[in-house]
């Protein structure tokens, strides 16, 4: 198994059951309502029902208030809240003090992103997502993954956006992170994912340096 890889926008349990036997260490739900991807809480307690406790289960969330993220997270049966938008740090401390292990997105580099992540709680992880488009995720879009790399040399990091098999070993070089975040890189359409995709980037990822730093979406090393 693989923890410091994420696949996200399950709908299905099929799918999720697929994700979960080729070795992703964590299975994302996304509720986010706009998104093509969304499910209910209850949907979502459904797919991770029955997988292996060392997956961890991941909730996308954007901009809800900390008592809307805890309610769902706890319907859901989540370990891991990943908060998407412009949440504040008392937003965070108490998705923390609830019990949930936090990812922040950044959708930023250079001076910014380091000063942000100065700003977080050491425990939080950090995914960088700098991918432009409709919807909060990265859209499928490539940038420049090594924008990341100077973060990388002060603590692990994920990232996400326009990966796919063809360029995970790339990405992960250039950009020194140590977690990764892939959802359309693996689909046959929104949401669902397929069997030769998820299987082709789970062989490429077998090439993937990696830090020595781990970075896992259940919060442990």
Not at 70 to 79: E, F, H, R
Not at 138 to 159: E, F, K, S, T
Request: hydrophobic content about 45%.
């Amino acid at each position: 198994m693989l923890p410091y890889l994420k696949i996200c926008g399950i709908t299905r349990k099929p799918d999720a059951l697929l994700c979960a036997e080729a070795g992703a260490g964590a299975l994302g739900a996304v509720f986010y309502e706009k998104s093509p991807r969304y499910v209910t809480p209850a949907q979502a307690r459904s797919l991770f029902d029955g997988l292996p406790d060392s997956i961890a289960r991941v909730g996308v969330f954007v901009d809800l208030p900390p008592e809307g993220v805890i309610a769902i997270g706890q319907a859901a049966a989540l370990d891991t809240v990943q908060l998407h938008g412009n949440e504040s740090l008392k937003t965070i401390d108490a998705v923390l003090a609830a019990g949930f292990h936090v990812v922040k997105v950044f959708k930023s580099t250079g001076d910014d992103l380091l000063a942000a992540a100065r700003a977080l709680p050491p425990q939080v992880g950090i995914l960088i997502e700098c991918g432009k488009g409709i919807l909060p995720g990265g859209n499928a879009a490539i940038w420049n993954w090594g924008d990341a790399a100077p973060l990388a040399n002060h603590r692990p990091i994920a990232i996400a956006g326009g990966l796919h098999p063809i360029n995970i070993a790339v990405a992960a070089r250039t950009s020194q992170a140590a977690g990764f975040d892939v959802s359309s890189g693996v689909e046959a359409a929104p949401g669902i994912k397929d069997k030769a995709a998820v299987t082709a980037f789970m062989q490429a990822m077998t090439g993937v340096p990696r830090p020595v730093d781990p970075f896992s979406w259940k919060g442990q090393s």
